[in-house]
């Protein structure tokens, strides 16, 4: 825990702010003010930050050493221009974002009055309850600061339960990449997963899924592609193509997303010597193909003709 105890003001009291001031306020930290307009921003911090005043953004910067700005990543240079050319921030203040996209670059007017600047990202998903406080618990914080500011920033992360992950300026933009493909679009792919499984005849699409997803997402991340399974690394050129032709009829707004997953797929298990040339070569032909609607004369069994004509544009 940090030696003093700072006096916490919130600007955006949503799903991320509520929660981190809730952890702040257990590890010992005054929260004076939050700042929320919506019923539900207000419905929060009744319920994770009782007793503290919800008041007005400039008020809560006044009254604070540390303020955090949660609020949404387009707002965040207006907000900080709006309080700074107040004077509601004011030197010496520590002035903390949890945006993962922006660095520091956005905050210059914080700089501009004397305040330090920080940018404090928790790499997690919240839902805005008392279910994120305990996992905040070593989760990552992507931490950008100047070197007067580390150690605040080291000791914040820690109150918090967490530990830094040290990003530059100038990758910041490249790391929220990074969480943005890993989380939300892995969200995208299992929807759609679940919903082929629900063409296929399941009733409980999520409890099918769930042991084979965990294995899978266990095993990349000890592994990385060497966790790679399934027809495209073993060269099954006709379970993709009936996999694409079965998609095309039943769940054709799943085809765009399998196919660039496949094709990145490939393009890996190529890379590292795990499928032929000539094998690879005729797995990108059958995704080429399935993209350009063409026809092709046979199905995986090699027996009947099928057409697949207008499959996408």
Not at 85 to 95: C, K, L, N, R
Not at 164 to 177: F, G, I, K, N, Q
Request: glycine share 10%; hydrophobic share 50%; charged share 20%.
């Amino acid at each position: 825990m940090m030696t003093a105890r700072l006096r916490v003001g919130v600007v955006g009291a949503g799903r991320v702010g509520a929660v981190l001031a809730s952890a702040l306020r257990a590890a010992g930290h005054e929260i004076v003010a939050v700042a929320g307009e919506s019923e539900a921003s207000r419905a929060r911090a009744a319920a994770l930050l009782p007793g503290v005043e919800i008041a007005k953004p400039s008020a809560v910067a006044r009254a604070c050493d540390l303020l955090l700005l949660t609020v949404p990543d387009d707002m965040l240079a207006n907000v900080a221009e709006m309080l700074s050319a107040s004077g509601a921030i004011h030197a010496g203040q520590y002035v903390a974002h949890t945006s993962g996209r922006h660095g520091l670059a956005v905050l210059e007017p914080v700089r501009a009055v004397g305040a330090h600047p920080l940018a404090v990202h928790p790499a997690m998903t919240f839902t805005g309850t008392e279910l994120d406080l305990s996992r905040l618990s070593g989760c990552v914080f992507g931490v950008t600061a100047e070197t007067e500011e580390r150690a605040l920033a080291e000791s914040l992360v820690a109150d918090l339960g967490g530990r830094p992950m040290w990003v530059p300026e100038e990758r910041r933009t490249l790391y929220h990449a990074g969480l943005a493909h890993g989380a939300n679009h892995l969200v995208t792919l299992v929807a759609e997963a679940m919903e082929m499984l629900v063409a296929a005849g399941g009733d409980n699409p999520a409890d099918t899924l769930r042991p084979l997803l965990e294995a899978a997402l266990d095993n990349a991340l000890r592994k990385g592609d060497a966790a790679l399974t399934g027809p495209i690394v073993r060269g099954d050129v006709e379970t993709v193509r009936a996999h694409l032709a079965d998609l095309t009829l039943n769940a054709p707004h799943t085809l765009p997303s399998y196919v660039a997953m496949a094709r990145a797929t490939l393009d890996r298990a190529a890379a590292d010597g795990r499928l032929l040339p000539l094998r690879a070569a005729k797995m990108s032909q059958v995704l080429e193909a399935a993209l350009a609607g063409a026809r092709w004369p046979q199905n995986a069994q090699g027996t009947e003709p099928w057409t697949i004509d207008g499959m996408i544009g």
